[in-house]
Structures are given as C-alpha cells and as structure tokens.
C-alpha cells in the first residue's frame, strides 16, 4: 500500500516552506493519482522552478504539473481615497 | 484624483527579494515620488532572513527620493538576524519599526507611523487564551505584550495622523481567500482592539499572501492587506484627506 496522498501532498508542502531554496509558505499541493499539482503565484520565475525541484525531489514518483503563476507587479495602480 | 491636501501613503508588502532579484524591485519605483509622500513596507522584505537578502533590501530602498518606514515580517525572522537587517535598512536610510513610533515628515504633514511585525494567536471567540501549556500561554502574551506596545505609542506619538505598519493582520476581512484553519496564525484580534482603543486613521498589513485587500475593525478604522500577491501591483497608494474628518 501507498501512503495516502494527503500525507505526501503535506510532506511537499512542509519542504515548500522549510527547504532554504524556497521557503515558500502560500502554495498550494494537490494529489491526483499519480499527477501533484502546484498552485499559487509568486513574483520570480526563479522562485517557481525551484519549488517544482523542490517538489519534484520530495515526491520524485509523481508526474508533476507546476501550476504556480508569475505575479506582474510592475506598473503601479490607482490611488485609493480614504475619506 | 488626488488633490493637493492629501496624504498620500504608498504601501507594499512581502516583496520577498531573494538574491536573483537584485535591482528588480528599484525599477517598479521608479517616479514614485510624484505619486506619493512616503513608502511603508509591510515586512516579509526577505526571503529567508538572511544578511545577504537584508543588504539587497536596503539596496533596493536606499536614498529614495520620499521618506520609507518599514516592519519586518516572519521570513525576516528566519535566521535570528532581524536586529541586523533592521540596521542595514536602517543604514540606507529606512525608518524601521519595532513595536515603537516614528513620526514622519511628508506632504506638509506631520505622520505618526506606529507598528512592528505583530504576530497571531487568532480572531475573538475563536482564539488561543493565556491558559494551559507554557508554549501557548507565552504565543499569546507575545501578541499581548505586542499590541500594549502598540497603545501605548498611538498614545504617545505627536502627530496630525497615525498609521499603523504591521506584518500580521489586526483583523479577519482581509484574510478572506485564505484557509480558514491558518488564520491563527495570520494574526490577532489583539492588535485591533488595541488600535481601536488609541485610535488612528488607517491600519496595514501583509503576511496573508492569499487574503482580500480592504477590511475594517470592529471600531471602524480601515484595514489594507498591502501583501504584493493581494495587491497585484508595485505598490498601493492610500490618500488621506489633510484636514482629517
Ligand atoms: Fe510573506
Ligand atoms: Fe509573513
């Protein structure tokens, strides 16, 4: 028997946000079958491929599908007025 | 449109700058001056707290052309060398808050800035309390003794308006769009309270990467989740109206 997927997809997390490559707290890690899914978004590229190799090593077997957008936050937005 | 008599405060948080992004994050201030008197950042300035990630920060915000005052966050915290960052951001020439009050001169105006990095423990009735285990009697107190020191310098701080910079969340509106089962640790309603009983005109956080931009206390004071993923862009601006309410 496997481990049940919702101990691997916590596993994957924890090294998300503890691995000092990454430590990335806001990700999300769904479990399909054999398929983990990366969700969320971060603001460098840099940043989203290591936390599929991080993912990628702690869960070697699974087919990886790394999901996780780049944030552009490049332009400043609208003034908000409060009053 | 902003007018002439308003204040207007440019906000960002967890910018989270790792070695690969040196100068990224300087590019996006560009002309910032022309849209705001002064740059609060909301902690979660590294990654991971380290030394070299402190001196990229205060690089990126060194001798900016508008006065910038800034709290660390949780990852600023990760290497036990936040005294060292703070004195790096404070060499470029950052204002860096630790439970303490700084008054700003900008736009004319006179801006008392309180704040520090807060911390959680949860959101009234559904809370840790100071009972039980040591561990979790001295989280909560932490929070306590955080947001006492909080009063005590909206009390004590002489200025035309106060703001309050935090790292964690005062309240639950701006988590929204985080798992619930997190929020204790997104912050405290301890801070909140203690704002509402000293008052001021705006409160801002970041740390809740997934949570909603705009909130409010339960006394009535705005709350902004300025965390870069919340507000999608470089920067937020807040105008406040000069001549108060
Ligand atoms: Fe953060
Ligand atoms: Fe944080």
Same mark, same amino acid.
């Given at each position: 028997m496997g481990e049940a997927p919702q101990y691997v997809a916590a596993r994957v997390q924890q090294a998300l946000a503890e691995d000092a490559r990454t430590n990335e707290l806001g990700i999300?890690?769904?479990?399909?079958?054999?398929q983990l899914f990366l969700r969320g978004q971060v603001s460098e590229p840099g940043q989203r491929d290591r936390l599929g190799e991080v993912a990628h090593e702690t869960a070697p077997a699974l087919h990886l599908h790394n999901?996780?957008?780049?944030?552009?936050?490049?332009?400043?937005?609208?003034?908000?007025?409060?009053? | 449109m902003s007018t002439l008599t308003d204040l207007r405060i440019a906000a960002v948080g967890d910018i989270?700058?790792?070695?690969?992004?040196?100068?990224?994050?300087?590019? $996006?201030?560009?002309?910032?001056?022309? $849209?705001?008197?002064v740059l609060m950042l909301a902690g979660d300035l590294t990654r991971h707290g380290t030394l070299a990630e402190g001196r990229l920060v205060a690089d990126e915000f060194r001798d900016l052309p508008l006065p910038v005052v800034a709290v660390l966050g949780n990852h600023d915290y990760h290497s036990d060398l936040q005294h060292e960052i703070a004195g790096e951001l404070r060499d470029a020439g950052v204002t860096v808050l630790d439970d303490d009050w700084a008054v700003v001169e900008c736009g004319g105006t006179k801006l008392g800035v309180v704040g520090g990095k807060g911390f959680g423990g949860g959101f009234a009735g559904k809370c840790a309390s100071e009972f039980g285990e040591r561990e979790i009697k001295d989280l909560v107190r932490h929070t306590r003794l955080i947001a006492e020191a909080w009063q005590v310098a909206l009390k004590e701080v002489q200025a035309d308006h106060r703001v309050v910079l935090s790292h964690y969340s005062p309240v639950k509106e701006t988590l929204e769009g985080e798992p619930l089962e997190i929020y204790p640790f997104l912050g405290s309603y301890l801070l909140a309270e203690a704002v509402d009983t000293a008052g001021a005109d705006l409160i801002l956080h970041g740390h809740a990467h997934k949570g909603s931009e705009k909130g409010m206390t339960p006394g009535g004071i705005r709350v902004r989740n300025v965390a870069l993923p919340v507000i999608g862009r470089a920067y937020a601006v807040y105008c406040l109206a000069m001549n108060g309410e």
């Open positions: 999300r890690v769904d479990i399909r079958g054999d999901e996780i957008r780049i944030l552009d936050a490049s332009a400043p937005g609208e003034d908000e007025h409060l009053d | 989270h700058l790792g070695e690969d992004a040196r100068g990224h994050y300087r590019k $996006r201030l560009e002309g910032i001056e022309e $849209r705001a008197d």
